[in-house]
């Protein structure tokens, strides 16, 4: 094997590890949102009994309104993601789920942000600003995942940019519909310069905040993107494999 096909072959395998790290943290966010808002379950309970330290000393120390909502949700998610994460890599060294792995991610990308939002109703910010089109964002959901469907099969018709361009719209759409972002002028307002220094803990709070009000639209499009890519470096590298 030459240079150039093994660094290709570790490319892709790169895009792999990325695709199953978002797959796995895009899952974990929607399990923790789901129970946050639910209440205090035994899974929840479980795992907020290992994170409510760090996540009290983390918000005296950089100054977080409502840890246990803000930063808690985005501590608990990242560790379950990169828990799921361990797990898929061990899976993945079977043939069979390899090519499940390859498969799912991207649809449920696409799907599970959109679901999540219309049958799952009281887990956003604005939930009844979807009601009565929930019809035409499905359908609208439908046809983004026609489109994947088509991508995987390689007989999507355009560019892989228009591709990516189109799901950014999806992503957006869905984020404005439920109000899964926020504005950054609004949480500098929040987060006020004198209370941290040398605006350490300022931009903490920033990140924070503002990963918690994107967290769904932004890991979501990542998730999709990113499957996108590796599919499509796995059929760019396909026939220099074969021969």
Known sequence: MTGAAESARAVVRLAFWAQLFLFSL????????????RGPTWFYRLFWSHAHWPVRILGW??????????LGQVLLS?????????ILLLVAH????????????????????????????????DSPRIAGREFWLTLETVAVLAGGVLYYLRKWPVRWTVGA?????????????????????????????WKGLLGLQVGFGICIS????????????LS???SGLYLKLAFDSAPRATH
């Open 210 to 221: 503002m990963f918690f009000h994107y967290g769904f639209p932004a890991i979501g499009f």
């Open 94 to 125: 079977l043939q069979a789920a390899r090519a499940v792995l390859r498969a799912v991610p991207q649809s449920v990308a696409i799907v599970g942000y959109p679901l999540f939002a219309i049958y799952l109703n009281g887990f956003y910010f």
């Open 224 to 226: 999709a993107l990113v």
């Open 78 to 86: 990242f560790s379950l993601g990169m828990s799921l994460f361990l």
């Open 61 to 70: 120390r950089f100054w977080m309104p409502e840890p246990p909502t803000v």
């Open 26 to 37: 895009n899952l974990a966010w929607m399990v923790i949102w789901c129970e946050r808002v």
């Open 165 to 193: 361009l189109l799901l950014m719209l999806h992503f957006s759409l869905w984020a404005w519909e439920t109000r899964s972002y926020a504005s950054l002028l609004a949480e500098i307002g929040a987060y006020p310069p």
